[in-house]
């Protein structure tokens, strides 16, 4: 049996990670198709030598276009190699253009598609990823929901694909790596941080950076908090947000300091080691909720409410005093909450669903 696996960014390639190791524990023939969506390094071939992952057996080097450039070429992309290579099962992950794309070209062609981490709902349909997510559920075979709160809104949605509950991958990729990071990460020392007196920062958000005012105002909120509990913040930063800090000429507030984009154990010590992180990521705050780090969002809407509804995050929005109010809740937890997304065993939930030749084996849930 062979499974094609689509990617194209940074998020995909780390909650992939232990789904494509567990096709090869398996034997299992994983196809793996990139799109080319992320290309720096530091957003792309970090993450393959870290994770020790296989190289793409296809790299479409689609790069950074309008929404529908991007997606049209990566359909066209995708279609050619699923037409010539024929694999049993298509598996994409998330909420990105490449997510879309996979589904979409594998949909078309009459190839089972499963989509990991199914059933997220922002319910704030100006971001792409919502429409990607949407659509992405509602043409897949396979639908693996990290938890209940999803199943449920994908049983709401009648979508036509079988439901099963996963669990996140991300917890088995932070499973493997979390008890290493801080042997291996020379973070704190490189940027002379100390565990647990500096905040960490995330924006990359379209909605966030690309708007000057909104961009300013999460800066501000953040700043504010910083000065007035004298911590620094360091603030990893995506190049969609650098691009805009250039264009718009924004002035960063003095107690946050921009750095590139770290590599993931580096990231992950951060996380772990922070007394707070802000964020408008959907990685972050599951990551964060599974190390013990308090989160403070900096969005109105979430797709991760199960993050909110353990204590471990909150949803400021944008508005200085709103962050600052947030900031001065979370710091006081101790981080001793439930974990909502699963046990780590994920990756192996899905790959029964995608060995077995219908589904029967499987922890099966029915939608
Ligand atoms: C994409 C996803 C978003 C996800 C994020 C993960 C969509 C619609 N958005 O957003 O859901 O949270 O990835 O990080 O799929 N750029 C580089 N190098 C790269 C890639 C991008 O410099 O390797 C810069 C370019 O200026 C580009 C901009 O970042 O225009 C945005 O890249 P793009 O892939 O369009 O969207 P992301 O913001 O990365
Ligand atoms: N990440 C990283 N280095 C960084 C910032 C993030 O390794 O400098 C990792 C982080 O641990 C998480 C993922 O990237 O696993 C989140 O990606 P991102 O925020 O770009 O995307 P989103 O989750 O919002 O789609």
């Known amino acids: 049996r062979q499974v094609a696996v689509v990617l194209g960014t940074r998020p995909e390639i780390i ?4 789904v494509i190791n567990e096709c090869e524990n398996r034997g299992v023939d994983c196809l793996l198709i990139h799109t080319g ?70 949909t078309k062609l009459h190839i089972d598609v499963g989509h990991v981490e199914a059933g997220l709902r922002s319910f704030d349909r100006e971001m792409p990823e919502e429409v990607n997510r949407l ?33 996140n991958t991300v917890v088995d990729t932070l499973y493997e790596y979390r008890d290493t990071v801080r042997e291996k990460s020379t973070v704190l020392e490189d940027h002379g941080l100390s565990a647990g007196d500096f905040y960490l920062l995330t924006a990359h958000r379209a909605e966030n950076v690309d708007d000057e005012e909104s961009f300013e105002r999460l800066l501000t909120g953040v700043a504010r908090f910083a000065e007035r509990t004298d911590r620094p913040v360091i603030y990893p930063i995506h190049p969609r947000a650098s691009a805009r800090v250039e264009e718009f000429g924004l002035e960063i507030p003095e107690p946050i300091r921009t750095i590139e984009p770290l590599e993931f154990l580096d990231f992950l010590c951060l996380e772990s080691e922070a007394a707070l992180t802000f964020t408008d990521s959907g990685g972050v705050q599951e990551e964060t909720c599974i190390l013990g780090t308090p989160c403070v969002t900096l969005r ?46 994920a990756s192996k939930r899905i790959l029964d669903v995608l060995v077995a030749a219908d589904g029967a084996d499987a922890e099966k849930m029915e939608a």
């Open 37 to 106: 969506q992320h290309y720096s390094d530091d957003l792309d071939r970090v993450f393959f030598d870290q994770l020790a992952l296989p190289e793409p057996d296809y790299n479409l080097e689609v790069g950074s276009l309008s929404h529908g450039e991007q997606t049209g070429q990566m359909l066209a992309g995708i279609e050619r190699i699923l037409e010539d290579e024929s694999p049993d099962a298509v598996v994409v992950q998330g909420d990105t253009n490449s997510t879309l794309a996979g589904a979409l070209a594998a």
């Open 135 to 167: 659509a992405a559920d509602h043409i897949s075979d396979y639908l693996f929901a990290p938890t209940e709160e999803t199943r449920r809104y994908l049983e709401r949605e009648s979508v036509g694909g079988e439901v099963f509950v996963t669990g």
């Open 15 to 18: 909650k992939l990670a232990p």
């Open 300 to 345: 109105y809407s979430t797709e991760r409410p199960e993050t909110v509804h353990a204590g471990a995050n909150c949803l400021a929005g944008l508005d200085p005093d709103d962050i600052v109010e947030a900031a001065e809740t979370m710091i006081e937890k101790d981080g001793d909450w439930t974990v909502p997304f699963g046990d780590g065993n």
